[in-house]
């Protein structure tokens, strides 16, 4: 009878333990039969602001046309809106920052029916205490919405304002099966806003200093959303606008020139990473220069609208590059050199490439593409100019700049003009008849009349 008793005993004992495993695993109230979200983990992830692809296309914004526009006195700009994809460190994702969330529940007709408000440590969401602690819900289909205390509510709608751009964050867990199991939502929180760079570029054979070139960014009056009121669970838009005025372009002289302009010489500005809300549209926007010069070519006053339509998005990340070109620099006959409208009546010679050396290419070749041989101490085709580059270069602007040393290839200004690598003499390449090719090219006498050697 004892022995049976305890077999008896054993079973409840299991019995129980078993139910209490099931318990530990069922997250549903049976009296309400209700879901406990507060047995539901929420983890939340930071997301870096991405370049945009366009999905209809699946193609990058690299692919947009540029569009051309004039500045007046001969100069034009090619305009482009790209996706921004300076090269960052981070990851895409991160730990989010520590701080005060709330949680909104919504089901699948667009009913708000809950709202649990707490704090994020080590990415993991903690209903606070003196608030709802739970949301309990009926088992099934949920979209879930976060956000931090950077966006306001008001019923339904969120808002955000464009002084909040960059720090606002706003997740969504959508179609969310909840049945009462244990079970993690996580949360990919993404910048309310949108980042955008300006850049001008005006590209130059040399290095140079420019003349107090000062720029900035404005938009249209009353264009640009200083508001963006979101419907948490439609997420169709509506904003307020106003006027963005005086975004500063600080200048960057630089002699390889960086953002995959294919190291050619130039001038840089731009701006510091500006932070805009969803539905800017680039076309709003204009780059003045307020003041400056580049080459006698006066850009106080000119202007140039955006005439690339293309509406931002949330956490996408855009740069707007203006390439301009200004009009070229000439040496003309009698050895002065600068722009034509400048100097009428004088004959145009030569292309300026870098003026601290007063160095230009001929707009001709010598005596209507004669052949010379480079050294005529040495003889054979191979010294011709027409079969031998005078650089190791030919095709690297650097070159004609590069003072001669001992340990490094001398540029074409140092072959041509110091001496160096001159065999068994001290000769100047360029006022030696040793060295044809190299005189008929600083001369420039046989087609040209004038009393100079190098300007």
Known sequence: MKKRSKTI????????????????????????????????????????????????????????VKDTVSLGDGMTAEVTVEPDTAVTKSPKTRAISNGHYTMLAYDMGGNLKGVLEGSVSGSVFTPASGKPENIQLTPGTYTFVCYNDKVTRNGNDLTVAIADAETARIGRAENVVVSGKKQKIPFVMKHAGCKVRFQYYIPSLEIYQSEDVKASVSSDIGSVPTTVTMNAFATNVSYSSGTITGIPLSIEVSYKTQEGYNNVNGCIGGSYEVYMLPSTNSSNFTLNFNSGQIWETE???????????????????????????????????????????????KTPIGLVVYRPMHLAMALKDVDAGTTYQWNSLFGGPINNNDDRNSSIRPDDVSSLFSEPTINSDPGDYAISYLGFMTPSTSEVKANSTNFPSFLCSSSLHSWCPCNWDKY
């Open 299 to 345: 850009f106080t006053g000119k202007s140039i609208k955006v005439p690339t339509s293309k509406v931002m998005k949330m956490n996408g990340s855009y740069v707007v590059k203006f390439k301009i070109f200004t009009k070229p620099y000439y040496l003309f006959s009698d050895g002065t050199a600068g722009l034509l409208a400048k100097h009428p009546g």
């Open 9 to 64: 005993f054993n079973l409840l004992v299991a019995i129980c333990s078993i139910t209490a495993i099931s318990c530990n695993n069922d997250v549903l109230e049976e009296k309400t039969n209700k879901v406990d979200l507060s047995q539901i983990e929420f983890s939340l992830t930071d997301a870096d602001f991405q370049p945009e692809v366009d999905n209809a296309s699946t193609r990058s914004l690299k692919e947009t």
